[in-house]
């Protein structure tokens, strides 16, 4: 794979800082009245996540661009300093920070629905990127929700050329299956030409592939981009180079809570270990083992101190 970076070095993250509301629910919605529910109000974004994961799992410069609205611009950035990483957020005159509403069944599953602002997130722009950037990085990941707004498209296609002209390896995460069904297979693509690490979850694969079988899809896939990393949810994880599966690594049993960013968790736990020096199933194994961690907790961001409780939870907020 072109570019495999020194390991120990940092980790440029690009992607979107969003506010969770977090709600759990037991049984089916009632429809007209109340249902009782269990409600956080927590911070979030998949970009954000993942950068969060990483230094959770050992990378120790994690640095993170995301824009935002000006009312939790403060907010956002506490909470990513208090879990080790590097923020530069751009603050929106116009536009609020993203929100995105979780319900989350609260049966066994534990599987969540989104409800889905984007807000200021989806105004990421090339006149936010600076080569700089990429200045000590040994890895540039991209949310995937950046390929769902014009501005973001051009972001990303600047940020490729950047990184590529330095010799940096670029990951994705496609991060959405029903926004990716909107903008389509053949466009998302088109819009990854150049990076060498793609992470979709099960349906996301099968749907850039055309197929129902995931690792047909992750196979597939791998024919494009160099390495296809599936996250299989409690199946554990799929490595592809070269048009063939490679690995397949179990997950973890876990009884989940909620699973609100468990495939952040393991994208910022796979690259940790990359950066580290791993290969890439010694990473999925990582990836898999924060899988587990996340899921049994409420909302998307890794524990902050040894009880396991994140500012929200030790406040009750």
Same mark, same amino acid.
């Given at each position: ?8 070095g ?11 509301v ?16 269990e ?22 410069d994690?640095r ?6 000006a009312?939790?611009a403060?907010?956002?950035e506490?909470?990513l ?13 116009e ?8 319900l ?14 984007s807000?200021?997130?989806?105004r990421?722009?090339?006149?936010d ?5 990429l200045?000590?990085?040994a890895r ?17 296609a600047?940020?490729?050329?950047s ?7 670029v990951s994705?995460d496609?991060?959405?299956?029903g926004?990716?069904?909107a ?15 793609l ?10 592939a055309?197929?129902t079988?995931?690792a047909v ?5 791998s024919?494009?981009?160099p390495?296809?990393?599936?996250k ?18 179990? &997950? $973890? @049993? =876990? ?8 495939? /952040? %968790?393991?994208?910022?736990a #796979?690259?940790? !270990? ?17 899988? &587990? $961690? @996340? =899921?049994g907790?409420?909302?998307g961001?890794?524990?902050? /101190? %040894?009880?396991?409780?994140? #500012?929200?939870? !030790?406040?009750?907020?």
């Amino acid at each position: 794979m072109r570019g495999g970076g020194a390991p120990g070095g940092g980790l440029l993250v690009v992607g979107d800082v969003v506010t969770d509301v977090v709600a759990r629910h037991r049984g089916a919605l009632a429809t007209g009245t109340d249902t009782a529910a269990e409600i956080r109000l927590v911070p979030g974004g998949a970009g954000a996540n993942v950068a969060c994961w990483a230094a959770h799992r050992g990378c120790r410069d994690v640095r993170l661009l995301g824009r935002v609205g000006a009312e939790t611009a403060a907010w956002h950035e506490r909470e990513l300093a208090a879990s080790g990483v590097r923020a530069r957020l751009v603050v929106d005159a116009e536009a609020p920070t993203g929100t995105v509403v979780c319900l989350v069944d609260g049966a066994a599953s534990a599987e969540r629905t989104f409800l889905t602002d984007s807000g200021a997130s989806l105004r990421l722009a090339p006149g936010d990127w600076s080569d700089t950037l990429l200045d000590g990085v040994a890895r540039l990941h991209l949310s995937g929700y950046l390929l769902f707004s014009a501005p973001g498209r051009a972001l990303v296609a600047v940020a490729v050329a950047s990184a590529r002209a330095r010799g940096v390896p670029v990951s994705l995460d496609p991060a959405s299956a029903g926004f990716l069904a909107a903008l389509g297979a053949g466009r998302f693509l088109e819009l990854v030409e150049g990076v060498d690490v793609l992470l979709p979850s099960r349906d996301e694969a099968c749907l850039l592939a055309g197929v129902t079988d995931p690792a047909v899809a992750a196979a597939e896939l791998s024919r494009r981009i160099p390495l296809v990393v599936a996250k299989q949810g409690a199946d554990g994880a799929l490595v592809a180079r070269d048009g063939a599966v490679r690995a397949r690594v179990p &997950a $973890l @049993a =876990v009884a989940p809570r909620d699973t609100t960013g468990a495939g /952040d %968790a393991f994208t910022g736990a #796979f690259l940790a !270990a990359l950066l580290a020096g791993a290969g890439p199933e010694e990473a999925a194994a990582e990836g898999c083992s924060a899988g &587990a $961690l @996340a =899921v049994g907790r409420v909302g998307g961001r890794p524990p902050r /101190d %040894a009880s396991g409780n994140t #500012f929200e939870d !030790a406040s009750g907020g």
